[in-house]
């Protein structure tokens, strides 16, 4: 018989006030650990969707030039001075060490050409890579390009060139066909021409050069400085810039999830110590006589503290381990019937379950140390007189 | 010399305003081995007698000292070390632990002894064996008759080997042949080199002890030495291996070697 089996003599004692107390805390930590996961699990699609989103970081030339705007983007001048970025550089972009997290790499050369006496912006691309990375396109007619002679075209532009899929525009001697018309964007790109880019560098004599490349990085793992960093290093004499307005909203859509869950889950937390609180207070007056017999025979201050805070000790734990399993497997029955737009997935986080573990023995022990150092200091011979 | 010394000592309870003397310069001394009764009528201080000498509360004035140790000078928790190392109290409502078996009620007061000889389980066996419980160390207080439970009560009071036993009223809540079987046992403790302060109502009672002292109104108004009554001692020997008295009787109370002084 020492102090912690008297404490595990109490919690098996009085089962149905360990049930409530463990009940009342575990529901806390599991409905904490619920929120934190949805939060989490939530976090992760977004930001998977919102890497896959559109580019979010751009590779320029560098230039002392004013900068020009490229499909609301604020681009440097291209084609000036500065060493030109070719095709050649997205082999260097897939050697930097965080290269598991580039999702898109999307190459560009914009050239001005004369069609029908009339200038117009061609953009060399690739199209499966400018596809992945605008998500938003969609052809009001036609199809996508799947040859080295097909042009896609800007709603603007197939208006202003009264062409349709199907119908031929003549570059000099060669002839291109037009695949198809994207629906309105709303972006520079509603004016543009879009070709192969393989075609226009030969065509326009550029070599391999390119204008700039857009890179769409999963970002949710790394840090898009140490990436900006590590594409300036692998690219000497190119301008890497991370665009900041996709990473701002991205960082704001983790923030707001993590305070909302973070939020109620303190606030969860709090309620589940005051139930503890309350509770064990409940629980040593019930128990004073046994306090006062135990001080009577020579137990010392502390060690009527131990006893107590051992108690709260085992239930938290316990409570904790039961909040925990709550939170983890509540979110797969709940989550598909609440969130089905969402492909939410909850894999065991073991930092979340020590988290989860760590915060109940904190909140159980917080909330039993008031009424245990209450019950130490009672006088033994008042606490045996209260039968 | 005294073991135990009383000098002008003075309880006094306040209540908001009121103030109610529960003992009123008292002085007494007791020496080591004695056996003594304390009689009055309730509420004459017999039980805050008993507190303050066993260092469950503190004199309001006046010095109280056991062994040497001058209790008016020790915090809570040197009370608490003092009330483990040498006193064993027996309360008139028993106060086992009801989730706790026999054994293990009596094994409490070693869960804070730092240093004890043998298995603690072999000592609490040995102390219900004093006083013929070892047979029935696995049952909850609830299985066990009133006279048990003062019984376990005392094995607790003892198994530390404390050389002051204080009993309030052991046999306030017991038949009168239960009752005679408790005095059978304290005797048995007394014989063994045990100092006994009984607390009693009952003047038959406190015929087994070897002074009487009187209290009326926090004061003591009579002591007297008392002949020691033999017919209980005489009926134990008549009855060794009867299942109240048991081993009580073979009990010897080790010399007390205790080293720890505290203070």
């Keep these: 018989m020492n102090l912690i089996e008297i404490a595990a003599h109490n919690i098996r004692r009085k089962k149905g006030r360990t049930f409530f107390l463990i009940s009342g805390l575990a529901i806390g930590i599991g409905a904490a650990v619920a929120l934190t996961s949805i939060g989490d699990a939530m976090n992760r699609e977004v930001m998977h969707s919102l890497d896959e989103f559109g580019a979010n970081i751009l590779v320029l030339p560098a230039s002392e030039d004013l900068p020009l705007s490229y499909g609301g983007l604020t681009v440097s001048a291209v ?74 075209l800007g709603r603007d532009a197939a208006a202003q060139f009264k ?26 790109d509603d004016g543009l021409l879009f070709a192969d880019i393989r075609w226009v560098q030969q065509r326009f004599n550029k070599g391999n050069a390119v204008s700039l490349i857009e890179l769409s990085a999963l970002c949710s793992g790394c840090p898009i400085g140490d990436m900006v960093s590590q594409l300036s290093s692998a690219l000497p004499g190119a301008r ?17 999830f993590h305070k909302f869950s973070l939020g109620i889950s303190v606030l969860l937390l709090i309620v589940a110590g005051m139930i503890i609180f309350f ?69 065991f986080n073991p930092l979340l379950a020590a988290a989860a573990l760590i915060a109940s023995v904190i909140v159980g022990l917080a909330a039993g140390i008031y009424p245990a150092v209450r019950a130490s200091r009672l006088d033994p011979v008042e606490a045996l007189r209260m039968l | 010399m005294s073991f135990i010394e009383l000098s002008n000592a003075s309880k006094v309870y306040q209540a908001s305003e009121d ?85 293990e009620n009596v094994m409490l007061p070693l869960a804070v002894q730092p240093r004890v000889n043998g ?43 404390p050389p002051l036993i204080l009993a309030d009223e052991p046999t306030g809540n017991l038949d009168t042949r239960t009752g005679n079987h408790v005095l059978d046992v304290l005797a048995g403790l007394h014989a063994g080199g045990h100092t006994i302060v009984m607390v009693t109502h009952n003047e038959e ?35 060794p291996e009867g299942p109240e008295c048991a081993d009580v009787c073979k009990f010897v109370f080790r010399e007390r070697t205790r080293a720890i002084r505290l203070g």
């Design chain 1, 279 to 347: 509770a064990m207070t409940a629980a040593v007056r019930e128990r004073v006589q046994e306090v006062g017999l135990f001080r009577a025979i020579g137990f010392r201050t502390g060690h009527i503290i131990l006893v107590l805070l051992t108690e709260a000790f085992f239930i938290s734990l316990l409570a904790g381990g039961v909040g925990y399993a709550i939170g983890i497997i509540s979110p797969r029955f709940i989550a598909p019937y609440l969130m089905s737009a969402y492909n939410l997935t909850f894999p």
């Design chain 1, 240 to 256: 890497v810039v991370a665009v900041k307005e996709t990473m701002e909203l991205k960082m704001q859509a983790m923030h707001y």
């Design chain 2, 119 to 161: 298995t603690r389980k072999d000592r609490a066996l040995t102390a219900l064996g004093k006083v013929g419980m070892d047979g029935k160390s696995q049952r909850l207080p609830s299985q066990l008759s009133g006279g048990e439970q003062e019984r376990v009560a005392i094995a607790r009071a003892l198994v530390n080997q």
């Design chain 1, 163 to 188: 062409v349709s899929p199907g119908d031929v525009i003549l570059f000099g001697k060669d002839k291109l066909r037009v695949s198809g018309v994207l629906d309105s964007t709303g972006s520079q």
């Design chain 1, 79 to 152: 084609n000036t001075g500065g060493r030109m970025l070719t095709t050649d550089d997205e082999r260097r972009i897939r050697s930097i060490q965080n290269n598991q997290n580039i999702s898109t790499i999307a190459p560009k050369l914009l050239v001005v050409a004369k069609i029908k006496g009339k200038k117009v912006l061609v953009a060399g691309v690739d199209f499966g890579a400018e596809f992945r990375l605008k998500k938003w396109w969609r052809l009001s007619a036609g199809m996508k390009p799947d040859r080295s002679g097909d042009i896609l």
């Design chain 2, 205 to 239: 009672n406190a015929r087994r002890a070897g002074r009487l002292v009187e209290i009326r109104d926090g004061e003591i108004v009579n002591e007297r030495a008392l002949p020691l009554d033999k017919g209980p001692r005489d009926a134990l020997h008549v009855r």
């Design chain 2, 19 to 103: 103030k109610y003397a529960a003992l009123n310069n008292i002085s007494l001394t007791i020496g080591s081995g004695e056996f003594v009764a304390v009689m009055g009528p309730s509420g004459s201080g017999k039980s805050t007698l008993l507190s303050i000498i066993g260092g469950l509360s503190r004199a309001s004035s006046g010095v109280v000292s056991v062994d040497g140790i001058d209790l008016t000078g020790l915090g809570p928790n040197r009370l608490a070390d003092f009330r483990r190392e040498y006193v064993g109290f027996v309360f008139q409502s028993f106060y086992l632990v009801p989730y706790l078996t026999a054994l």
